[in-house]
């Protein structure tokens, strides 16, 4: 299998643009990610009003505006990892339309530790290299190691919005990880770990599904 068709799954912070990094670096797979994409067109308005509207506040963007940018995403990849979609059934329905998958992980997270996770991430303005105040630092407080672009904190990494983010992850997303499992397709990874051991663990899971 040497372009594989991942889907990543898990609640906000549980390390999936961390490990879609390492998928990309090792098997050279697009990385499919509706929050990096929405984050790149924030004020662009729609019918259903701008994506800022619903992320400031932690909720989740219409259906039909995740659902064009993934369609057209996975229509130019040959192998994708898929990160941050779907968070609803209706989503998890639209993806069975368009799409084959060969794997579907779970990055498993307990909620407290998920909380430290979001609040203390940072983010590089310039190349989007992810870090976090005490988990994962860069080598000079604020700088991005990678590329020297300054780190910044999202708009919604507050505990306030971090709180509601994980509150919609357990209404709406959570049935989708039934769903999957139901299926017999779900593979669940201990996301507790270091992103090394959570990477080891994930790698064994993608090789066993080529
Ligand atoms: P995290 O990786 O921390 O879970 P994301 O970057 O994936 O956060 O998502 C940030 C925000 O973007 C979400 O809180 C939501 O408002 C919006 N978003 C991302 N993906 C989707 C999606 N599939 N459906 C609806 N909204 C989405
Ligand atoms: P997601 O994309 O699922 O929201 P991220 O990959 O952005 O999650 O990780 C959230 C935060 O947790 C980041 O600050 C990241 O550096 C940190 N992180 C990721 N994986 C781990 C891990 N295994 N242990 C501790 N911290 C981690
Ligand atoms: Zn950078």
Redo the contacts with the bound molecule.
């Keep these: 299998m040497s372009q594989p068709k991942i889907l990543l799954l898990?609640?906000?912070?549980?390390?999936?643009?961390?490990?879609?990094s390492n998928i990309v670096e090792e098997y050279d797979v697009d990385h499919v990610t509706t929050?990096d994409a929405l984050r790149a067109n924030k004020d662009m308005e729609t019918e259903h009003g701008t994506p800022r509207e619903y992320m400031d506040a932690g909720e989740l963007v219409p259906d039909p505006v995740v659902n064009e940018i993934v369609k057209a995403a996975l229509e130019d990849a040959d192998g994708f990892v898929l990160?941050?979609y779907p968070r609803n059934l209706s989503q998890a329905e639209y993806l069975d339309e368009i799409t084959d998958l060969d794997l579907v992980a779970l990055?498993d997270v307990d909620r407290e530790e998920l909380l430290d996770?979001?609040t203390?991430?940072?983010v590089c303005d310039e190349c989007g290299a992810?870090?976090?105040v005490e988990?994962?630092p860069p080598e000079e407080e604020g700088v991005c190691d990678e590329c020297g672009g300054e780190l910044i904190q999202r708009d919604d990494d507050t505990e306030e919005t971090a709180k509601e983010r994980l509150n919609v992850f357990e209404e709406n997303t959570q049935p989708v990880i039934d769903y999957y499992e139901e299926e017999g397709e779900l593979v669940r990874i201990d996301?507790?770990?270091?992103?090394d051991?959570?990477w080891a663990e994930l790698e064994a899971a993608i090789e066993d599904a080529a």
């Excluded at 898990?10 to 879609?20: D, F, H, I, L, N």
Aim: charged share 20%.
């Design positions: 898990g609640p906000p912070g549980a390390g999936k643009g961390t490990q879609s929050g990160d941050g990055l996770r979001l203390g991430r940072r992810n870090y976090h988990f994962s996301g507790e770990g270091t992103p051991e959570v």
